[in-house]
């Protein structure tokens, strides 16, 4: 072929939205196509697929090109995402998939569902060894969906659809996010782009390397959603919010600390309902398998329902990562064990001067420890019950007690957060052999 259709070829797919997203995506000059003439029947394939460099890192990316027959999967589009993810798992590198596609090319039958089939499988092998971005931009039905849904974060602009049902019914961002998919709602694509950037920096290439360490900032208030208590003690400006709309009575968000990238979980003073432990579940699998610390501010009476509960400890059982529990408010029963005491396994428990921590909620321990304070009329007994838990469930006694490391005022638990993170860096943890737990 003659330079000129060549470079006529090449002109006709830079001319592509998805080229330009991709390219907005990496740094200036970055993106190194793969495949760029590969054919789907007449034209070029649906997608537009690469490497190149984000702030520096090298990351791995897609696009689907809805400029060619609506961004349609087709066998041609499969064989190219495939290598995508063959190539991410041998050099160990993030994959950030852009969807923005009508669906499948529905004329190739079980050659289009062999390929889909393998994009899913090569996809299930990347989990857990280098993170997975998922930016949605328009439309994404069917096994799309089913691919995108399946990444460790979904970021959707506000426009976009996301759905396995091709009917598109409760697909928005606003629904994905109430359901839990959604990790991050963006106002548009450009920021959805952008968010994905942000997201990047805060994650390690592979389950093999460290997060890339920046700067430490000091704290600002980011009105995070979280209670000063967030704020005042992560760097200023770098926190993260994720699955802000799903499971009120918990946040989870990646911060830095002394520079450092951390997970951080949030309980709100609420039994955690089943979004809620479900969010904090999926939150401290993650982490661990990338070896992000976790920093779990606890302030929560317990479950709603035992399973609520069982999601929660294993999680925190199995984690072998760096896990640092800070007692706020109340920790009682079931809340304490599995956020804060043994079932968490943690290495480091702190609380606050006016932390209680106790095996039932505080009136019932008053009745059953002091009747007879509690011989009092109806609407009394709730402050003698506050005033019998500071006396006798305070963070001072679980300190003698042995069940909280120290007693940590709040203008000193960001030095001493920052400590025990250089004190825990080189924890190692021998495990079972066994495939993966089954809770």
């Not at 009508?102 to 060894?129: D, F, M, P």
């Not at 390690?204 to 390397?209: A, I, R, T, V």
């Not at 000063?228 to 994720?242: E, F, Y």
């Amino acid at each position: 072929m003659s330079i000129e259709k060549i470079n006529q070829a090449k002109a006709e797919i830079v001319s592509t939205s998805a080229y330009k997203t991709i390219t907005e995506f990496f740094d200036a000059d970055s993106f190194c196509e793969i495949d760029a003439f590969a054919k789907s029947g007449e034209s070029f394939a649906e997608v537009v697929a690469g490497f190149g460099t984000v702030e520096g890192m090298p990351v791995y990316a897609f696009a689907q090109n809805s400029d060619i027959c609506g961004g349609a999967m087709s066998k041609a589009q499969a064989a190219k995402l495939k290598k995508i993810y063959d190539l991410a798992l041998k050099t160990g590198a993030p994959v950030v998939g852009f969807y923005d596609s009508i669906g499948g090319r529905l004329s190739q039958g079980t050659e289009l569902l062999a390929g889909c089939g393998e994009v899913l499988n090569a996809a299930a092998k990347l989990s857990g060894v280098v993170p997975q971005i998922s930016v949605v931009l328009g439309t994404c039905l069917g096994t799309n969906a089913l691919n995108a849904a399946s990444a460790d974060f979904v970021i959707m602009s506000k426009d976009a659809q996301l759905s396995l049902s091709v009917t598109g019914e409760n697909s928005s961002a606003d629904d994905n996010a109430k359901s839990g998919v959604a990790t991050i709602v963006a106002d548009d694509a450009a920021q959805a782009v952008e968010k994905a950037k942000e997201l990047i920096l805060y994650l390690p290439s592979n389950n093999l390397n460290m997060a890339p360490q920046s700067f430490e900032e000091a704290p600002a208030d980011d009105g995070c959603g979280c209670g000063c208590i967030v704020s005042k003690t992560v760097d200023g400006n770098s926190i993260v919010q994720l699955y802000n709309t799903f499971g009120d009575n918990s946040k989870v968000r990646l911060a830095r600390l002394g520079g450092q990238v951390v997970g951080i979980v949030v309980t709100k003073g609420k039994n955690l309902d089943c979004k809620s432990a479900t969010k904090i579940a999926k939150f401290v699998r993650f982490c661990d398998a990338f070896s992000l610390p976790v920093l779990t501010f606890v302030n929560c009476p317990g479950f709603e329902s035992v399973k609520c509960a069982a999601k929660v400890a294993s999680a925190y059982a199995e984690a072998t990562t760096v896990k640092i529990s800070v007692v706020t408010g109340k920790a009682i029963g079931s809340a304490y064990i599995a956020l804060a005491g043994t079932g968490a396994n943690a290495d480091v428990v702190y609380a606050l001067p006016q932390a209680v921590i106790s095996p039932v909620n505080v009136e019932a321990a008053a009745f059953i420890m002091a009747p007879d304070s509690m011989n009092v009329s109806v609407d009394k007994q709730s402050e003698v019950a506050e005033n019998f838990a500071q006396e006798n469930l305070s963070a001072y006694n679980a300190a003698q007690n042995g069940y909280v490391d120290c007693i940590v005022e709040d203008a000193q638990l960001r030095t001493t957060l920052i400590s025990a993170l250089d004190m825990l860096s080189g924890k190692r943890v021998s495990t079972l052999s066994k495939k993966h737990s089954t809770i």
